[in-house]
T-cell receptor
């Protein structure tokens, strides 16, 4: 079955550590996205990538970094510079010009700072 | 991106029809209206998209008046499993950034 796989489902980070969240898709989608969701709030865009080896900052990119070396993969690193990283992180993908139609989301990674 | 406004929450009972209205007063000519559904601890799921008039699929209907400044998502005969957050978005060709507001939390009771 085609879809997006995010791992791990739960992640615990100590203060000052960098952690990397994995996102893999086998839908042959060109575009991929990372969103952050805090309790009771909507999704906020962190980074997005339209093609391999290219990505753009979203609304809340500070303290995060990404790479897009393969079409299928778009890992997100939460760095120690992100002061409040505890949140639910969602990865999504779409065809190049989807008009918002048919975004496919992963099942998310819940990150907690301990 | 056009800003959207929708109710924070709505309550309903099983078997009833739920209508969620979204305002998007500054929608542009090339914008489409899209609705997503999100269950707790899951990613949003596409429900329906439309440009004008009425669109219907196996899950919902979307009503868009001629001025397109609002739209209404209609969920027929809801069940407990329809309890979720529903997001209204406007999207334009060539703009990859979908903006999700707080959405409408729909609670269906037995």
């Amino acid at each position: 079955d085609g879809g997006i796989t995010q791992s791990p489902k739960y992640l615990f980070r100590k203060e000052g550590q960098n952690v990397t969240l994995s996102c893999e898709q086998n839908l042959n989608h060109d575009a991929m996205y990372w969103y952050r969701q805090d309790p009771g709030q909507g999704l906020r865009l962190i980074y997005y990538s339209q093609i391999v080896n290219d990505f753009q900052k979203g609304d809340i990119a500070e303290g995060y970094s990404v790479s897009r070396e393969k079409k299928e993969s778009f890992p997100l690193t939460v760095t120690s510079a992100q002061k409040n990283p505890t949140a639910f992180y969602l990865c999504a993908s779409s065809i190049s010009d989807s008009l918002g139609y048919g975004y496919t989301f992963g099942s998310g990674t819940r990150l907690t700072v301990v | 991106l056009a800003k959207t406004t929708q109710p924070i929450s709505m309550d309903s009972y099983e078997g009833q029809e739920v209508n969620i209205t979204c305002s998007h007063n500054n929608i542009a000519t090339n914008d489409y209206i899209t609705w997503y559904q999100q269950f707790p601890s899951q990613g949003p799921r596409f429900i329906i998209q439309g440009y004008k008039t009425k669109v219907t699929n196996e899950v919902a209907s979307l009503f868009i008046p001629a001025d397109r400044k609002s739209s209404t998502l209609s969920l027929p005969r809801v069940s407990l499993s329809d309890t979720a957050v529903y997001y209204c978005l406007v999207s334009i060709s060539g703009d990859y950034k979908l903006s999700f507001g707080a959405g409408t939390t729909v609670t269906v009771r037995a």
